[in-house]
């Protein structure tokens, strides 16, 4: 693809605000790579001063740039051609989708699948080797369904969702449109729901189910619990990296961010626009406010305000925590000179 067809694909975006090349310099661009990796014929990005030097040593043909004119005229010095943007990696990421499409089979349904006569297949729906789908299930238009999965009665799949190989879709759930459930997930599995009494545990039946809104994405190897009564929602655009564990009844917003490792306990409170970075760990009925961030390993025992940036465990305001950790670097010091003024004490007392 020339690249000023590049150029003139993602200026429809409107994520692109200038650019730079000619008719005698507009190369084919035959792929995007790392800047650090870039071969001649390939388009890369620039984004913050980490990379800022390479812009003098890539090979790549094509870079997209910030808007930054010493870097961009570095580029025109060395005849790379350019597009500037505020967020390269943006761009980036559309760009890579101009010459990446996912595979996708084509619509059919395999001998090989086992789908209960009750349940309602939509249009142009692509059902694996080996699928069960059980009574009652309804799956909605476009929907792609890899080898091996299973549908417990009673689900519903929405528009043009994915459900990978080897996922699990418990009963009752309710998944909605542009939804993309990787492998080895479980959606709507029992809570961990147990009452104690003098003779042991009671279980407690998980009769409620679990809702994921439009356009979410779950990673691999994560299970997210219905609850025994209720429901367990998780708002539309969210994203859940792999091995995320999700208790029963929690309520998480829209345009949320986890990641991998983090564990949210039963009953849990997540709002919009949130972001829980790896191995977080949230107790019971904890409610997280707006935008809010946890940074890596957090231990969030009490509610977090709207906004708030928390680190550490149990979790305090990032900033009181950067302090925190700096003395804490220092106390074998602070031991050593305690040690010192003791034996002084002691030694004036004697």
């Known amino acids: 693809m020339k690249f000023s067809k590049i150029v003139e694909k993602l200026g429809d975006s409107g994520s692109c605000n200038s650019f730079c090349f000619d008719k005698e310099n507009d190369p084919e661009i035959t792929g995007v ?11 890369s990005y ?13 090979s790549a043909s094509a870079l997209i740039l910030p808007a930054d004119e010493t870097l961009q005229a570095q580029a025109q010095e060395r005849s790379i051609v350019w597009i500037a943007t505020p967020e390269p990696r943006l761009l980036f990421a559309k760009a890579i989708a101009l010459f990446y499409k996912p595979w996708r089979p084509t619509p059919e349904i395999h001998p090989t699948a086992v ?3 009750t349940a309602k297949i939509g249009q142009q729906v692509y059902v694996g080797a080996h699928v069960v789908i059980q009574q009652g ?5 476009d929907v792609c369904i890899h080898p091996n999965v299973v549908i417990y009665p009673d689900a519903k799949i929405g528009d043009r969702t994915t459900l990978h190989a080897n996922c699990t879709i418990h009963e009752r759930t309710r998944i909605g449109a542009d939804c993309m459930i990787h492998s080895g997930a479980v959606i709507g599995s029992e809570g961990f729901g147990f009452v104690p009494s003098s003779t042991g545990w009671v279980k407690m039946e998980q009769s409620g189910c679990t809702v994921l809104e439009d356009h979410v994405e779950v990673g691999c190897n994560s299970a997210i619990d219905r609850p025994a009564v209720g429901e367990t929602r998780i708002g539309r655009h969210t994203i859940i990296d792999n091995l995320v564990q999700i208790g029963h009844g929690c309520q998480v917003g829209t345009r949320c961010a986890i990641a991998g490792q983090v564990g949210i ?7 919009n626009g949130v972001i829980l970075a790896g191995q977080v760990g949230i107790a019971n009925q ?5 935008r809010a961030i946890a940074s890596a390993k957090t231990g969030i025992h009490n509610d977090i305000a709207p906004g708030e940036i ?7 305001p990032h900033k009181q925590y950067l302090k925190v950790s700096a003395i804490l670097a220092r106390l074998p010091e602070m031991y ?4 010192q003024l003791q034996r002084q004490i002691n030694n004036g007392n004697g």
């Open 33 to 43: 790579t790392p800047v650090d990796e870039a071969t001649t014929g390939t388009l």
């Open 46 to 58: 620039i984004e913050g001063a980490k990379f800022a030097s390479m812009v003098s040593k890539t």
């Open 115 to 117: 789908i209960h006569p």
């Open 137 to 141: 299930v309804e799956i909605g238009d």
């Open 265 to 271: 306990a039963g009953g849990v409170k997540v709002g």
């Open 286 to 290: 904890v409610k997280i406010g707006d």
């Open 310 to 316: 928390v680190s550490g465990s149990p979790s305090l």
């Open 336 to 339: 050593q000179t305690l040690k």
